[in-house]
């Protein structure tokens, strides 16, 4: 049963105070929030609140995740393919160069890093570069952090920063309104699996094209 307008006037009230205080919470809004909009829910229709004042990302879900990844998974392929073909081509086993990018998911310092070990470099040279290389994703990462969900433990945001470049950043940060752990974890699906499979393509597919080694 629909409730008195005066009731339902009152709860809108009531919203519109909770988003004064929290201009940068939102929520989906109740049936009574449909019939009677709030004039920020008109200008950002996926940030608005609900009944109980819970903050939500609307929209934000797994798939829509998967879906805006899609395009980062397709450039990362060639990216990652021309590592592993790098790599393989200065001597790395596969195991090794396979879990370089597994375990770094970062172009840029895994193509500096890779090429210091196979130039010899000792060991603190290959940590301070890959160090200062990858400090910007401290910073992406800070930034990033306050647009997720207040309610995200914070172990949670430890392991989704894990996937976290220059790239998935760009495209969390340009979403409306907050971000689901949801949705960044299918944004970060694609892309990362699109990054391993490169590197695996590489050394095998590139193989006939590395000239013969002559005998010594």
Do not use: H
């Not at 339902?8 to 919470?25: I, M, T």
């Not at 019939?35 to 109980?52: G, V």
């Not at 596969?94 to 597994?102: H, K, N, P, R, T």
């Amino acid at each position: 049963k629909s409730p008195a307008p005066t009731a339902a006037w009152e709860v809108g009230n009531r919203k519109r105070q909770r988003y004064r205080e929290n201009p940068g919470r939102c929520l989906f809004l109740s049936g009574i929030g449909r019939r009677n909009p709030l004039p920020f829910a008109e200008k950002s229709p996926t940030m608005c609140l609900d009944e109980r004042g819970v903050c939500n990302a609307a929209g934000k879900t797994f798939s829509k995740g998967l879906k805006d990844g899609i395009p980062i998974c397709l450039g990362y392929l060639s990216v990652s393919f021309t590592f592993g073909m790098m790599a393989a081509k200065g001597g790395l086993p596969l195991w090794a160069i396979q879990l370089i990018s597994m375990t770094n998911l970062t172009s840029a310092g895994q193509f500096a890093g890779t090429t210091l070990i196979l130039s010899g470099g000792a060991y603190l040279e290959i940590a301070v570069t890959t160090f200062v290389i990858n400090l910007r994703y401290t910073l992406m990462g800070v930034s990033l952090s306050q647009k997720l969900e207040p309610s995200m433990p914070g172990w949670k945001r430890a392991l989704l920063a894990f996937g976290n470049t220059d790239e998935i950043f760009a495209v969390a940060m340009q979403q409306k309104g907050l971000v689901s752990g949801r949705y960044l974890l299918g944004l970060i699906m694609l892309p990362y699996i699109g990054w391993a499979s490169g590197t695996l393509l590489g050394p095998p597919l590139s193989a006939p094209c590395r000239p013969a080694l002559p005998a010594r």
